[in-house]
């Protein structure tokens, strides 16, 4: 079971993500997550979720309502649960105060509850935050309290409490998953193509889900045997991957911008942006991927025509010609990119992001986007037009997955029609 | 009770972001969420959770398991626990063939179970996607059920789910919540100065979360009738942001960059970035704001330090004698951005993100910010120095909102020191 403790989450003001990520965790391990709860910040309410679920179950992970301030009840709520009392950890304390004294202040007075936990339960230390965790035996079910930021939570479950499950036995059985995420056809295409290998008695078993254009085949083995569970996991996968190549890029959290970073520091290339609608997005992904200096040398977010031309010429002519919003001017620009900055190739887009600016021949959602490479010492360019539905934010996004999933095809020799909604100037 | 449907959300792969969409407009209409459940794809899981739900409470919203493929059995489920069939719904079928005629393709036969619903339900459009949603009747209870893909879940809640949960009369009470956000201090800090506010028993009832840096003060007003909910609401929110000013730059959903182009538009001036660490992060969240092109001309990313020099006019001799990390660079980095965009402001940063590059005199975390603005025909400039914790997201996610917030102090002509962990060049 898991609990994750917070009115910001039952009342919607917050996103829980740890209960996702804990649940994959565990899964890895063998475990099925019988449910989530979410719980208000309320005393008895807690203490109530705490003692039902340790009730059904071997394991429980709490999350949250560890911070300093009165309405974290995570505490005293585990406490009454047990039916003991709260009592200070000196050595939680004397961390407390050398968090805050490493960081050139005194401790709040009210941090001092961190150091609380009940009675014959242990602290858990918190490597990245001021919160220590609790780990805690409640009847027949082993209950660890981690803190409710993400990081912290993540750092905790990774050196305390993985290690500690592993020590206490595992469960004889072994869930794996893998992703094999694609971007540049629809969520049925993919399935219509994926075919027998979607039928629902299969194992490993196969589905898809889509998540801001990224189409995933998601495989999940279920084995006794750790080693055959992978075996088992790989061979689906590679078969999922054959068939809805080339549109795959990567696997689990690989993202599209990782793949490329990769392919173009394996080959020595160098990269440039310039950016229209897309405002920096695209360099912003690029420069995610740590160690992307390799690579990625910058770019450009010319905005208003005036930076388009003066800052890449772009010719004026071009852009009163065509409009911005052109495959000319998505080429000038790429052009202009590799040139100023003398990277080898370079992206470029140029749309109607919306809510306002779209017209009849261009609505909203219509998108440039162009390529410029060296080659055989000229600078040669391309270009593809798309039309995205949806809000501004996915109208960026998905321009900025496309073009990267269109560099990408061109430096795998690939036919940049592969991507469904991408299609070549008409004129 | 809300429930959530797929393998995915219940093994970690996808975050369920829908369930506290849900549960905050559910607060709205004074409806609390009971519990949230997660249940994987298995058709006898999903009838037992939904008889259970539907004997619980008044409303059950379903979100997810709607899809075409075979792995999507909300459908079959709800028959199941209704004791009922399934039928197609001619009306929805031809929306689904239009749908796929509309994108130049005819529907894949998969489809055609969209338009499948079981009897004695009626169907809901679906007006940005394939899948129409369910509206049904189970004992006492109410139960809607909408696509998974949030876009698609939220159209429809709004357009169809809403009104008819209204119609249907109201709850009595209404719980109305808020959030004032603040960047440049901590979250135990931001706590000891509301003091009193933060008492547990107080209604409304004021708590503070953090969220990438991010601390926001949560109210929550609780009161029979919606106009005196509404009115202690504000009054405390007022209250909030009165102590913790200037830090304050919103409420709700409000963003430091909606705020900032807010003030920019409003007084006519403009502005240009020049990133380093940060790597498009900056222009990406101000271009994020719809009308942006008022007041963003664009910007450069340079990464390289050649792109320093060559794109931005960063004398060569700076980088050398003091790095590309340093106060003269940062300032030197925003007047170039100012000087070649003609826009009144620039922001801009140079950091170590980390994992690599960190040195003794400059571990990973250090971020230099600079700012340079027109004033009495000259161009100033500005920098401060911060030292973020945290991985490489982190770094780079800090930096560009902390730009951001000694941007909008500059603007309300307030001291930069107010942002707690931006200090001023030693030297």
Same mark, same amino acid.
């Given at each position: 079971?898991?609990?994750?403790?917070?009115?910001?989450?039952?009342?919607?003001?917050?996103?829980?993500?740890?209960?996702?990520?804990?649940?994959?965790?565990?899964?890895?391990?063998?475990?099925?997550?019988? @449910?989530?709860?979410?719980?208000?910040?309320?005393?008895?309410?807690?203490?109530?979720?705490?003692?039902?679920?340790?009730?059904?179950?071997?394991?429980?992970?709490?999350?949250?309502?560890?911070?300093?301030?009165?309405?974290?009840?995570?505490?005293?709520?585990?406490?009454?649960?047990?039916?003991?009392?709260?009592?200070?950890?000196?050595?939680?304390?004397? %961390?407390?105060?050398?968090? *805050?004294?490493?960081?050139?202040?005194?401790?709040?007075?009210?941090? =001092?509850?961190?150091?609380?936990?009940?009675?014959?339960?242990?602290?858990?230390?918190?490597?990245? $935050?001021?919160?220590?965790?609790?780990?805690?035996?409640?009847?027949?079910?082993?209950? *660890?309290?981690?803190?409710?930021?993400?990081?912290?939570?993540?750092?905790?479950?990774?050196?305390?409490?993985?290690?500690?499950?592993?020590?206490?036995?595992?469960?004889?059985?072994?869930?794996?998953?893998?992703?094999?995420?694609?971007?540049?056809?629809?969520?049925?295409?993919?399935?219509?193509?994926?075919?027998?290998?979607?039928?629902?008695?299969?194992?490993?078993?196969?589905?898809?889900?889509?998540?801001?254009?990224?189409?995933?085949?998601?495989?999940?083995? @279920? *084995?006794?045997?750790?080693?055959?569970?992978?075996?088992?996991?790989?061979?689906?996968?590679?078969?999922?991957?054959?068939?809805?190549?080339?549109?795959?890029?990567? =696997?689990?959290?690989?993202?599209?911008?990782?793949?490329?970073?990769?392919?173009?520091?394996? =080959?020595?290339?160098?990269?440039?942006? &310039?950016?229209?609608?897309?405002?920096?997005?695209?360099?912003?992904?690029?420069?995610?991927?740590?160690?992307?200096? %390799?690579?990625?040398?910058?770019?450009?977010?010319?905005?208003?025509?005036?930076?388009?031309?003066?800052?890449? $010429?772009?010719?004026?002519?071009?852009?009163?010609?065509?409009?911005?919003?052109?495959?000319?001017?998505?080429?000038?620009?790429?052009? $202009?990119?590799?040139?100023?900055?003398?990277?080898?190739?370079?992206?470029?887009?140029?749309?109607?992001?919306?809510?306002?600016?779209?017209? %009849?021949?261009?609505?909203?959602?219509?998108?440039?986007? $162009?390529? &410029?490479?060296?080659?055989?010492?000229?600078?040669?360019?391309?270009?593809?037009? %798309?039309?995205?539905?949806?809000?501004?934010?996915?109208?960026?996004?998905?321009?900025?997955?496309?073009?990267?999933?269109?560099?990408?095809?061109?430096?795998?020799?690939?036919?940049?029609?592969?991507? =469904?909604?991408?299609?070549?100037?008409?004129?």
């Amino acid at each position: 079971m898991l609990l994750s403790i917070g009115d910001e989450l039952v009342l919607g003001q917050t996103v829980d993500t740890n209960t996702a990520w804990l649940a994959a965790r565990l899964a890895r391990l063998g475990i099925r997550t019988l @449910e989530h709860r979410t719980i208000d910040d309320d005393l008895d309410a807690i203490a109530a979720a705490i003692r039902a679920s340790a009730e059904r179950c071997a394991l429980l992970i709490i999350t949250g309502g560890l911070g300093p301030t009165d309405d974290d009840l995570t505490r005293p709520a585990l406490a009454k649960a047990m039916g003991v009392g709260l009592v200070i950890d000196p050595a939680s304390l004397h %961390a407390l105060e050398r968090f *805050f004294k490493e960081r050139g202040r005194p401790m709040p007075e009210r941090n =001092r509850v961190q150091a609380e936990h009940p009675q014959t339960s242990a602290m858990i230390p918190n490597t990245c $935050g001021t919160a220590p965790g609790i780990d805690a035996t409640l009847g027949r079910c082993r209950v *660890f309290v981690t803190p409710g930021v993400p990081r912290e939570m993540v750092a905790m479950y990774e050196k305390s409490i993985e290690p500690a499950i592993r020590e206490a036995g595992g469960s004889g059985r072994t869930i794996l998953t893998t992703k094999v995420n694609t971007f540049g056809s629809g969520e049925s295409d993919i399935a219509e193509r994926l075919g027998p290998l979607m039928a629902r008695d299969r194992n490993p078993v196969v589905g898809t889900t889509v998540s801001d254009g990224i189409v995933s085949v998601r495989v999940r083995a @279920e *084995f006794e045997d750790l080693a055959h569970a992978q075996r088992e996991l790989d061979a689906t996968a590679a078969e999922v991957e054959a068939i809805v190549a080339p549109l795959a890029f990567g =696997r689990d959290d690989t993202s599209l911008q990782q793949t490329l970073i990769r392919m173009l520091t394996e =080959r020595g290339l160098t990269i440039a942006t &310039a950016e229209s609608c897309t405002g920096g997005l695209i360099a912003g992904m690029l420069t995610d991927v740590p160690g992307s200096s %390799a690579a990625m040398l910058g770019g450009w977010v010319t905005y208003a025509n005036a930076m388009k031309s003066g800052q890449l $010429g772009v010719d004026d002519a071009l852009l009163q010609a065509h409009g911005a919003v052109s495959a000319p001017v998505v080429r000038a620009m790429a052009q $202009g990119a590799v040139e100023r900055s003398g990277a080898d190739l370079a992206v470029s887009t140029s749309g109607v992001a919306g809510p306002g600016g779209g017209t %009849a021949t261009k609505p909203v959602g219509t998108v440039w986007m $162009g390529l &410029a490479w060296r080659e055989d010492g000229a600078i040669h360019t391309d270009a593809r037009v %798309a039309h995205f539905p949806g809000d501004r934010d996915a109208v960026r996004d998905r321009s900025a997955k496309c073009a990267l999933q269109l560099l990408r095809l061109h430096l795998l020799g690939e036919d940049l029609g592969q991507v =469904r909604w991408a299609k070549p100037p008409t004129t």
